[in-house]
């Protein structure tokens, strides 16, 4: 007789549900106030700004259009230079290509993903005009490092902390570090903003007036609006870069909810941890990296196998028991458009060999107790055919 959990199917992800979005999208609706910048964007904008301790949280469409933002406001120009891992998703890179910067890649650390600290010094050229470490999965780079490295060459850093709401550094929180920084609220992160989102993080005073004003098609509409001038018109270069107020309900019921979400997710990601380590102990995985200086949100539990082809049997085998589970990035460098508009500095040692062997592991929101207990049954009859076979 069949188990009843050989009958279900468990998704990568399933955006999280906290129980009060229809009714504030409701509120949205009730108020004749679907643009942007109405009372939900303020409450979550104001949220983001306590919880990060950041000077300025301006809500967006989308983390693309936060990074795309961040490259306005550090005024990239055509033969700028902008270093970056190769090891992320396409927007870090096109936000800067967009304005004609050439990306300059450098190897991520095998331990975490992420940018190696070591290997940007060496990057830097007259042409470099940002740093952009990407906190892969949710875990901090060596941001002490890259400040200090920026502050010495005269750099931007500007956090890709798509991943990293509510991860912390050192005590800090993951984008309250850089000069600028960015937020997703995607549906595959730990918050969404009903399918599509991200927020724009200003550290640094000096940018929050022309933010403002980039985001609202290059108007000073928000100084009308604080009264601070009797008209608006068209001051500055800019594009339509603020989320719907539906959108902002979405998320604020989400924020709501952001401590209960977050220990949810810490409990499966630990317990996938221990379940797991006896066969990180017999050499056919690897886990996933904390340092000691890093707080992680549990945005993601990933596992990495010998090589890519243990990798891709494992997928297709988890895949004929209705469990998905998913790579990650292609290195940019190795695409066709990272070809046109990027360089590697140096030997490219980690970045691909690391990529080619991480596969990511269903984890998300209230994931029941039957989806669960499915994906580590399959997970240890896999391993241990593996520690059989060495």
């Known amino acids: 007789m069949q188990n009843k959990l ?72 055509p033969g700028d230079e902008v270093i970056m891992p190769s090891y992320t998703f396409v927007s870090t890179a096109n936000a800067f290509v967009l304005r004609g910067a050439k990306i300059v890649f450098v190897d991520i650390r095998p331990d975490t993903m992420n940018i190696d600290e070591t290997k940007i010094e060496a990057a830097i050229t007259p042409r470099t005009k940002a740093i952009v470490p990407v906190h892969y999965a949710g875990v901090g780079c060596e941001m002490d490092t890259i400040m ?104 604020f019921a989400q924020l709501e909810s952001a401590d209960k979400i977050n220990l949810d997710r810490l409990e499966r990601w630990n317990t996938y941890y221990k379940e797991l380590k006896a066969y990180q102990e017999e050499r ?26 243990t990798r891709s049997q494992f997928i297709s085998y988890m895949k004929q028991n209705d469990i998905l589970t998913v790579f990650h990035y292609l290195p940019l460098h190795s695409t066709k458009a990272g070809q046109s508009h990027s360089r590697f500095h140096g030997e490219d040692n980690y970045t691909t060999s690391e990529s080619e062997k991480l596969v990511r592991l269903p984890l998300y929101f209230n994931m029941s107790d039957e989806e669960f207990n499915k994906v580590l049954h399959h997970l240890e009859l896999f391993l241990t055919q593996l520690v059989e076979a060495k």
């Open 284 to 309: 056919v995985i690897q886990l996933p990296v904390i340092p000691e200086s890093c707080q992680h949100n549990a945005h993601m539990f990933y596992l990495k196998f010998s090589d890519i082809q």
């Open 6 to 77: 050989d009958f279900l199917a468990v998704p990568f992800n399933r955006p999280p549900v906290t129980g009060n979005e229809l009714s504030y999208i409701m509120n949205a609706i009730a108020s004749n106030k679907l643009s942007g910048d109405g009372p939900f964007a303020k409450r979550c904008e104001s949220w983001l700004e306590q919880k990060t301790n950041t000077k300025k949280a301006l809500l967006t469409p989308s983390c693309t259009h936060a990074l795309e933002m961040a490259a306005l406001l550090i005024n990239i120009k």
């Open 148 to 251: 200090e490295i920026a502050s010495r060459h005269n750099l931007y850093v500007i956090e890709d902390a798509a991943q990293g709401v509510m991860s912390e550094y050192k005590g800090k929180s993951l984008g309250s570090i850089g000069h600028l920084a960015a937020f997703s609220f995607h549906e595959t992160k730990n918050y969404t903003a009903g399918g599509e989102g991200g927020a724009l993080l200003i550290n640094d005073s000096k940018f929050i007036e022309r933010a403002e004003i980039l985001r609202e098609k290059g108007t000073n509409r928000s100084n009308f609006f604080r009264g601070m001038v009797d008209k608006y018109t068209w001051v500055d270069i800019g594009s339509s870069m603020l989320p719907s107020e539906i959108q902002a309900s979405y998320l």
